[in-house]
């Protein structure tokens, strides 16, 4: 199964991903990650920084 509550999504430069119940039991239900990238002035995106709601043990280790 996927612990997707939905398809990510994406708007002005971040991708936003909602935990489902099948992450960590009820208590991840609708928490998110974020992933918001910054851009060199030719559009190349240069980082990822993490954020959200999810807790930390949910998030990848580079995001902890």
Known sequence: GTALAGAPTFAAGVVTVAAAATLGGATAVG???TMTAT???DGTITTWTCGGTI???Y???TCR
């Open 31 to 33: 928490e998110t990650i």
């Open 39 to 41: 851009a060199a002035a």
């Open 55 to 57: 807790a930390t043990k």
């Open 59 to 61: 998030r990848p280790s």
